[in-house]
């Protein structure tokens, strides 16, 4: 199970995380984000995605002329089934698609020793 947290924002990505052996892969839909407008923070465990951007409106008609301004975001936090190494983590986002590769945290394998 994969759960998450998400907070209500103007738009959510729709998002998938593949489980590839040694890392995981997450994807998120991104269209018309660019790179500079995404915050990725990565504990142990979770992955936070928040984006925020300035929204722009404009309406020209006749002798009327209307601006409006306005700020946009989101912000989807989503809670690893293992233990990651967030130190090694890449993101690449192209075609309007994050992609993240998030190695799992290896540990020494426990062992038994025979005392002779």
């Known amino acids: 199970m ?3 947290l998400e907070e209500k924002f103007d738009f959510l990505p729709n998002v ?5 052996g040694d890392f995981l892969l997450v994807r998120a839909e991104m269209p018309g ?4 407008e995404i915050d990725l923070t990565l504990t142990d ?10 929204a722009k409106e404009e309406k020209k ?11 946009e975001g989101m912000a989807r936090t989503i809670f690893f089934p293992v233990e990651v190494d967030s130190d090694k ?4 986002l192209a075609d309007g ?11 020494v394998k426990r ?4 005392v002779q």
Request: glycine share 0%; no cysteine.
């Open 2 to 4: 994969w759960p998450e």
């Open 16 to 20: 998938d995380i593949v489980d590839k």
């Open 33 to 36: 984000v660019k790179k500079e």
């Open 45 to 54: 465990d979770s992955l936070a995605i928040t984006v925020e951007r300035e």
């Open 61 to 71: 008609e006749d002798r009327f002329y209307r601006a409006e301004l306005s700020r």
């Open 89 to 92: 983590a890449k993101a690449h």
């Open 97 to 107: 698609i994050l992609e993240i590769v998030v190695p799992k945290l290896t540990r």
């Open 111 to 114: 062992h038994t020793v025979k």
